[in-house]
C-alpha cells in the first residue's frame, strides 16, 4: 500500500506540475493561448542593452491592440535565451515569462495585481541548491541575495516565472522594475512613470507576460497587428492597399467584405514578409469596399499568432481633365473616396497662356467648388462673388472629396501673357558695364522684367530681375572684355501664384566691352 500511494502521489504531482506551472519558455511558439496581454521587449541585437517595451491587450475580437510604446533597458551584457542563460551573466532571459506578483517600496498606485510593500524583513535567495533559491524569504539567508528594501528600482516591480523550477546555476531574480542609473543586472527596465502605469494597467485575469527578445526574432513568439495606411485607387477597377510592415511576421493575409462589420474572405496572401502593398485588380468603381489584414508567424512548421488591423474602406471617384479653352489630351485619374490624390501634370496647352490651375466642377450636383464656402452652385457664387477654387498642378486632390460613383471635371485655368517687351539696345557705356534698354510692356499688370544673356556658343541664361513695369532698362556689370554678347528680356505677371511670362524677341540685342 505503501508503494501505490507514492507512486499515486508521484503521479499527482506531475500532473498538478503539468497543469499548475507557470508559462516559462524559450521558444514558445503559438503559447499565448489564455494570454490577454503582453509586453514586447525588443532590442536590436542579442548584445544591445537598451530597446522599446510595447504593451498589447487583445480586444474581444482577437486583436492586439498597442496601448503603450516606451524606452526599455535589459541587461548589461544583453540577451541570452532562457534554456542556456546562467546565474551571474548579466543577460535577461530571452522568452516568453509571466507576471506574476506585484510589489513596491511606494505606496500602492492602484494596481490590478495584489500589491505587497517592501518591508526590511525581505530578501530574495539566490544561493543555488537552497531549498528557498530563486523565492521571496522574511529571514536574511546568507550567502548571495537580495535585499530587496535595498534597490529604489523596485519602487515598483513584479516578480515573473523564470526559473520558477530552481534549477541550480541559473540564477533567479528576474524583475520587471523602474529603471536604475544604466543597463541591469538581468532584469528588464522601464522609467518609474511608465512602471507605475503597468501597475495600473497589467491584470491578472489577463494572464500577462513579457516577452524578451531581439527584432528580429519577434516571430518566434508574438505577432502584433499591422496597421493599414491607405487605399488608393489605381484604375477605375483597381485599388492598392498599403501598410505597414511588420518586423517579424511570415506572411499577411488580406481580408475584404462588402461591409464594415460583414464575413472578412482573404483575396490574397503574401509570402513575403517584406511587402507592404497589394493592388486588388477585382473591384469595381464607385462601389465600397472593406479591408484588413491579419499578420501571422510561421515557425518550425507551426502556425503562429495572429494580429488583426483595423478595418480600412474606400470608394472609387472618376476625375476627368478638360482643357478649358486649351488643346491636348489627358488621360483620367480615379480617385479614392476621402484621400489626397495627387493630380496628373497638365498636358494642356493654349498659344498665348499659361496654365495656372483647375477649376473643379461636380457633375451629380452641378456645383463648383469656391474658396469661401466649399461646394456651390453658379448662382450662388455670382450673388455672394465666392472664387472657384482653383488647384495649382502637381497638387493633391484633397478638398474637393466627391459624392460615391460621381465624376469631377477639372477644368483647365489659363492666365494670359503679359505682351512682348521691344528691345531698345545694348551697349558698352564703360570699360565694365552693358547698358540694355527696352520699351515697357503694354500689359497693366506685369510686375518687372528678367534679363537673359547668351553667346554665340552657349544658350540664353537668366542674369537678372528688375521690379516694376516702368523699369526699361539694366547694366550688367559681369560682362568680360573681348566677348560679345546677345541679350534678350521677358515681362512677367503672376496669376494664382504662378510666374506666367511673356514671349521674348529670340534675335536679341548684342554688345560687347572692346
Same mark, same amino acid.
Given at each position: 500500500m505503501k508503494k501505490n500511494f507514492k507512486w499515486i502521489m508521484l503521479t499527482c504531482c506531475i500532473i498538478a506540475g503539468l497543469f499548475l506551472h507557470p508559462l516559462n519558455a524559450d521558444a514558445a511558439e503559438n503559447n499565448l493561448k489564455g494570454v490577454g496581454q503582453v509586453?514586447?521587449?525588443?532590442?536590436?541585437?542579442?548584445?544591445?542593452?537598451?530597446?522599446?517595451?510595447?504593451?498589447?491587450e487583445k480586444s474581444s475580437e482577437g486583436n492586439w491592440i498597442t496601448k503603450k510604446t516606451g524606452s526599455a533597458r535589459v541587461g548589461k551584457k544583453g540577451i541570452e535565451p532562457i534554456a542556456t542563460r546562467k546565474q551571474g551573466s548579466n543577460k535577461t532571459p530571452q522568452g516568453i515569462m509571466k507576471l506574476l506578483k506585484a510589489y513596491g517600496k511606494k505606496t500602492d498606485p492602484g494596481s490590478l495585481f495584489t500589491y505587497t510593500g517592501i518591508t526590511s524583513n525581505m530578501y530574495w535567495d539566490l544561493n543555488s541548491g537552497s531549498s528557498t533559491y530563486n523565492r521571496l524569504v522574511y529571514k536574511n539567508p546568507g550567502g548571495d541575495y537580495e535585499h530587496l528594501i535595498d534597490y529604489n528600482t523596485y519602487n515598483y516591480m513584479f516578480t515573473?516565472?523564470?526559473?520558477?523550477?530552481?534549477?541550480?546555476?541559473?540564477?533567479?531574480?528576474?524583475?520587471?522594475?523602474?529603471?536604475?542609473?544604466?543597463?541591469?543586472?538581468?532584469?528588464?527596465?522601464?522609467?518609474?512613470?511608465?512602471?507605475?502605469?503597468?501597475?495600473?494597467?497589467?491584470?491578472?485575469?489577463?494572464?500577462?507576460?513579457?516577452?524578451?527578445?531581439?527584432?528580429?526574432?519577434?516571430?518566434?513568439?508574438?505577432?502584433?497587428?499591422?496597421?493599414?495606411?491607405?487605399?488608393?485607387?489605381?484604375?477605375?477597377t483597381s485599388l492598392k492597399i498599403s501598410w505597414n510592415r511588420v518586423y517579424g511576421t511570415a506572411r499577411y493575409y488580406i481580408q475584404r467584405s462588402d461591409s464594415s462589420d460583414g464575413t472578412y474572405k482573404t483575396v490574397k496572401t503574401i509570402t513575403n514578409p517584406k511587402t507592404t502593398s497589394w493592388i486588388d485588380r477585382d473591384v469595381a468603381s464607385g462601389k465600397n469596399y472593406y479591408y484588413q489584414i491579419k499578420t501571422r508567424n510561421y515557425v518550425d512548421g507551426k502556425t503562429?499568432?495572429?494580429?488583426?488591423? +483595423? &478595418?480600412?474602406?474606400?470608394? !472609387?471617384?472618376?476625375?476627368?481633365? $478638360?482643357? =478649358?479653352?486649351?488643346?491636348?489630351?489627358?488621360s483620367n485619374t480615379w480617385v479614392p473616396y476621402g484621400y489626397s490624390t495627387k493630380l496628373r501634370a497638365n498636358s494642356f496647352s493654349k498659344s498665348g497662356y499659361t496654365f495656372v490651375g483647375w477649376k473643379m466642377y461636380r457633375k451629380s450636383d452641378k456645383k463648383w467648388y469656391t474658396n469661401e464656402a466649399g461646394w456651390q452652385t453658379a448662382d450662388s457664387i455670382s450673388k455672394n462673388s465666392y472664387t472657384k477654387y482653383v488647384k495649382k498642378d502637381k497638387t493633391c486632390l484633397a478638398k474637393s472629396s466627391s459624392i460615391n460613383k460621381d465624376t469631377i471635371i477639372l477644368y483647365a485655368v489659363w492666365a494670359k501673357n503679359p505682351s512682348e517687351p521691344e528691345l531698345v539696345s545694348a551697349r558698352a557705356v564703360n570699360d565694365t558695364t552693358i547698358r540694355i534698354q527696352w520699351k515697357a510692356s503694354s500689359t497693366a +499688370? &506685369?510686375?518687372?522684367?528678367? !534679363?537673359?544673356?547668351?553667346?554665340? $556658343?552657349? =544658350?540664353?541664361?537668366?542674369?537678372?530681375?528688375?521690379?516694376?513695369?516702368?523699369?526699361?532698362?539694366?547694366?550688367?556689370?559681369?560682362?568680360?572684355?573681348?566677348?560679345?554678347?546677345?541679350?534678350?528680356?521677358?515681362?512677367?505677371?503672376?496669376?494664382?501664384?504662378v510666374t506666367v511670362l511673356s514671349s521674348y524677341d529670340k534675335k536679341g540685342v548684342s554688345a560687347a566691352i572692346e
Open positions: 509586453v514586447l521587449v525588443t532590442v536590436s541585437s542579442s548584445t544591445s542593452t537598451e530597446g522599446t517595451a510595447t504593451a498589447y515573473t516565472d523564470y526559473n520558477y523550477d530552481q534549477i541550480a546555476g541559473k540564477g533567479g531574480a528576474i524583475f520587471f522594475h523602474c529603471n536604475g542609473k544604466g543597463a541591469t543586472s538581468g532584469c528588464i527596465s522601464v522609467p518609474e512613470s511608465t512602471m507605475k502605469w503597468y501597475m495600473t494597467w497589467l491584470d491578472p485575469d489577463k494572464n500577462p507576460v513579457i516577452i524578451v527578445t531581439t527584432e528580429k526574432q519577434v516571430q518566434k513568439y508574438f505577432v502584433p497587428a499591422t496597421k493599414i495606411t491607405s487605399v488608393q485607387a489605381e484604375s477605375a503562429g499568432y495572429t494580429g488583426t488591423s +483595423s &478595418v480600412a474602406s474606400n470608394k !472609387i471617384f472618376l476625375v476627368r481633365y $478638360d482643357a =478649358g479653352g486649351g488643346s491636348g489630351k489627358m +499688370s &506685369v510686375k518687372g522684367y528678367r !534679363i537673359y544673356r547668351k553667346t554665340e $556658343d552657349s =544658350g540664353w541664361t537668366r542674369i537678372a530681375q528688375s521690379e516694376g513695369r516702368t523699369v526699361t532698362e539694366y547694366n550688367d556689370t559681369t560682362a568680360q572684355k573681348g566677348i560679345r554678347y546677345i541679350y534678350t528680356v521677358r515681362a512677367y505677371r503672376t496669376s494664382n501664384g
